[in-house]
C-alpha cells in the first residue's frame, strides 16, 4: 500500500527543489535555471523568476549569459512558451520535450488539425517542408515569427502543387489576411525549435527575433538519443512537482495524458508511489528528501507564469476562493510567497522611473513579512529599469 504523505511536506520539498527556500549565489545562475526551465512570457518574468532563486542578482548578469557567453539559452519549449535553460542541457528542453509521434505532436500545437486536413498535408510533411527553407530564409539574419512565417511559407508555395498552393495561399483562420499556410508555418517552427534548429536571440525592442541555432552558438544543439532526453526531462519534473501524476506532467509538457508512454515508460523503474490526493508517484532517490525538506521562510515576489506556479495540483498551494485571482487567463498577476504560502498577488505600474507595487493579500500579513516584501520590491525596482518604487498593501 501506498504510504501518505503530508501537504507540509509536499510543499517544503517542492520549495527547496524550485530554490525558492534559500537563494543561490550569483555563479549558479545555470543552476536555477535547469531545474525544470524558466518561463519567460510574459517578457521579462524570466529574469523576476531567476531574481527569486539567485541572491542578488542583475539584468546585466543574465543578459550576458545569453548574448555574451551563450550559456543560458532561449527558445520555444513545454507548452510551445519560450523559456530560458542552460544551454548544455539544450536537449533535455527541445529533444525531451518534442512528441515522439504524428498523433501527439498535432496535440502538442493544438489549432493545426484542421488547417492540415484542408491541405491534404501531415504535420511531419509540413515541418519537412518548413525546415528545408528556413536554414536559407535565416542564414546570416534574425527574423521575428511574422516576417520569418511569411518569407518560408512564400518559399514553400512555389513547390505545391496547383490546387494545395491555392489553399496555402488562401486566407486562413488565425490572423485576418494572413494565408493558411503561413499560420501553419508558425505552428511548425514550434517543432523546429524542439528539433533544435532555430531559437531566440534576444530581443529587439518589442520584437523576439529568431536565429539558426548553429550560427548563433557557433554549433548544433548535441544530437543524443531521444529517450535519453525524455527520460531526463520527467526526471527534472518529478524533482521540482513530485509527487505527481501522468496526467499532470502531460499538462506541464503540452501534451495529452494518452501521450504520456514514451517518457514515463523510461522511468517506471525508478518511482515510488506515494498517496498525496490519490496516487502519485516520486522519484524513490527522493523519498528521503520528501519527508525531511528544510522548512520554507521568507518572502518573494514570483512573476506571473513562476516554475513554481506552474505546478498542476494548484489546490495545493492556494484555496479554492483564491485560485482564479492567481490564475486569471488575462492579465495574471505575479504571486506573494511568504513562509512557504501563497498569501497574495502583486502587481507591478511604471510611470516613468517610478515603480508601485500593489500587493493584494488573502488576509492580513505580519509587520515582518511586509518588511520583507518591501526589500524584495525595492530589489525587483532595477529589474524594471525603475530608480524608486512605492509599495501599496490592501487585502481581500
Given amino acids: 500500500m501506498a504510504e501518505r504523505v503530508s501537504k507540509g511536506d509536499v510543499i517544503a520539498f517542492r520549495l527547496n527543489a524550485h530554490h525558492l527556500t534559500e ?76 512528441p515522439p509521434t504524428e498523433k501527439a505532436m498535432r496535440h502538442f500545437v493544438p489549432g493545426v488539425e484542421q488547417t492540415l486536413t484542408k491541405l491534404d498535408m501531415s504535420l511531419t510533411e509540413a515541418v519537412g517542408l518548413s525546415g528545408a527553407e528556413i536554414g536559407d530564409v535565416l542564414s546570416g539574419r534574425q527574423l521575428p515569427i511574422n516576417e520569418l512565417g511569411a518569407e518560408v511559407a512564400g518559399r514553400i508555395a512555389g513547390k505545391l502543387p496547383d490546387e494545395q498552393r491555392r489553399r496555402w495561399e488562401e486566407e486562413g483562420p488565425y490572423a485576418p489576411g494572413q494565408p493558411l499556410g503561413e499560420g501553419v508555418v508558425h505552428f511548425c517552427i514550434r517543432i523546429l525549435t524542439l528539433q533544435g534548429v532555430v531559437c531566440f536571440a534576444p530581443r529587439a525592442g518589442n520584437k523576439a527575433p529568431f536565429v539558426l541555432v548553429d550560427e548563433w552558438l557557433g554549433h548544433p544543439i548535441p544530437d543524443i538519443d531521444p529517450e535519453a532526453a525524455r527520460a531526463e526531462l520527467l526526471r527534472r519534473y518529478l524533482r521540482c512537482y513530485g509527487p505527481s501524476t501522468r496526467g499532470d506532467f502531460a499538462a506541464w509538457v503540452g501534451i495529452q495524458a494518452g501521450d504520456t508512454e514514451p517518457w514515463w515508460s523510461l522511468v517506471e523503474d525508478e518511482l515510488t508511489q506515494v498517496e498525496f490526493g490519490g496516487k502519485s508517484w516520486v522519484l524513490t532517490e527522493d523519498v528521503d ?7 520554507p521562510k521568507g518572502a518573494r515576489l514570483l512573476p506571473p507564469r513562476d516554475p513554481y506556479t506552474q505546478l498542476r495540483d494548484r489546490e495545493t498551494i492556494v484555496d479554492k476562493k483564491y485560485r482564479g485571482e492567481v490564475w486569471k487567463t488575462v492579465g495574471e498577476p505575479g504571486t506573494i510567497l511568504a513562509d512557504g504560502r501563497i498569501t497574495g498577488i502583486w502587481r507591478p505600474r511604471k510611470s516613468g522611473r517610478k515603480l508601485t507595487i500593489t500587493i493584494k493579500t488573502f488576509g492580513s500579513l505580519p509587520a515582518r513579512t511586509k518588511k520583507s516584501l518591501q526589500d524584495e520590491a525595492e530589489q525587483v525596482a532595477p529589474l524594471r529599469d525603475a530608480s524608486s518604487v512605492d509599495v501599496a498593501f490592501d487585502a481581500y
Fill in 23 to 98: 537563494r543561490l549565489d550569483g555563479p549558479r545562475l545555470l543552476d536555477a535555471a535547469g531545474r525544470c526551465g524558466i518561463q519567460n512570457s510574459p517578457p521579462g518574468s524570466a529574469l523576476l523568476a531567476l531574481h527569486a532563486r539567485v541572491r542578488d542578482l542583475t539584468g546585466a548578469q543574465v543578459s550576458e549569459a545569453v548574448a555574451d557567453e551563450k550559456s543560458l539559452l532561449q527558445t520555444w519549449s513545454m507548452r510551445g512558451s519560450p523559456f530560458y535553460f542552460p544551454t548544455v542541457d539544450a536537449p533535455v528542453f527541445t529533444t525531451g520535450v518534442l
Fill in 289 to 295: 528528501t520528501l519527508r525531511s525538506a528544510p522548512t
